[in-house]
T-cell receptor, first 108, second 117 residues
Framework: AQRVTQPEKLLSVFKGAPVELKCNYSYSGSPELFWYVQYSRQRLQLLLRHISRESIKGFTADLNKGETSFHLKKPFAQEEDSAMYYCALKTNYGKLTFGQGTILTVHP | NAGVTQTPKFQVLKTGQSMTLQCAQDMNHEYMSWYRQDPGMGLRLIHYSVGAGITDQGEVPNGYNVSRSTTEDFPLRLLSAAPSQTSVYFC????????????????FGPGTRLTVL
């Protein structure tokens, strides 16, 4: 069965510091992985997806099949990055399995 | 385009009451789904639909019913509300159509915060 694990419920960093949000997955098929973000009082929205290998708002994430990981990274955190972040794995019919979420707080 | 809309935004129920959470999308997406969001649990899939007339269970379907009579609407029914159903409920859609979601991106509604006393 598929599973997504985000080991950190809470992550606090100072502005300008590097940040890494961890995500590990378990899936027997070929994985499609996403990061979704939920800012305060806003709806969940897609941040980035592994297949497009893009950088959004300075965030990047690389799929490591050997370590079954898809960690989200940003070299210099900003206060506006404070939000809830979810890692998600796509399975059949577009279904998404989400991790438990990580609340990122960036202090000034 | 409004995208995915949900009503109501907030609802308080007593144990045993029934109600329907509404979800609609105007993007002609085939796929729609309902999630519940609980602290420490992430988002868990309740029910989903791959097209009008087709629904299936997700991870936590007990206590909920759905139907999909049109492409646009995907209501979620609580048959007999229980305190364990206190949660924030999100509806999402994806697929081809008027606003194609590339790479299986799901578009989410604003959520319904439900409290069952």
């Amino acid at each position: 069965a598929q599973r997504v694990t985000q080991p950190e419920k809470l992550l606090s960093v100072f502005k300008g510091a590097p940040v890494e949000l961890k995500c590990n997955y378990s899936y027997s098929g070929s994985p499609e992985l996403f990061w979704y973000v939920q800012y305060s009082r806003q709806r969940l929205q897609l941040l980035l997806r592994h297949i497009s290998r893009e950088s959004i708002k300075g965030f990047t994430a690389d799929l490591n099949k050997g370590e079954t990981s898809f960690h989200l990274k940003k070299p210099f955190a900003q206060e506006e990055d404070s939000a809830m972040y979810y890692c998600a794995l796509k399975t059949n019919y577009g279904k998404l399995t989400f991790g438990q979420g990580t609340i990122l707080t960036v202090h000034p | 385009n409004a995208g995915v809309t949900q009503t109501p935004k907030f609802q308080v129920l007593k144990t045993g009451q029934s109600m329907t959470l509404q979800c609609a999308q105007d993007m002609n997406h085939e796929y729609m789904s309902w999630y519940r969001q609980d602290p420490g649990m992430g988002l868990r899939l309740i029910h989903y639909s791959v097209g009008a007339g087709i629904t299936d269970q997700g991870e936590v379907p007990n206590g909920y019913n759905v139907s999909r009579s049109t492409t646009e609407d995907f209501p979620l029914r609580l048959l007999s509300a229980a305190p364990s159903q206190t949660s924030v409920y999100f509806c999402a859609s994806s697929g081809s159509g008027f606003r194609k979601s590339s790479y299986n991106e799901q578009f989410f509604g604003p959520g319904t915060r439900l409290t069952v006393l």
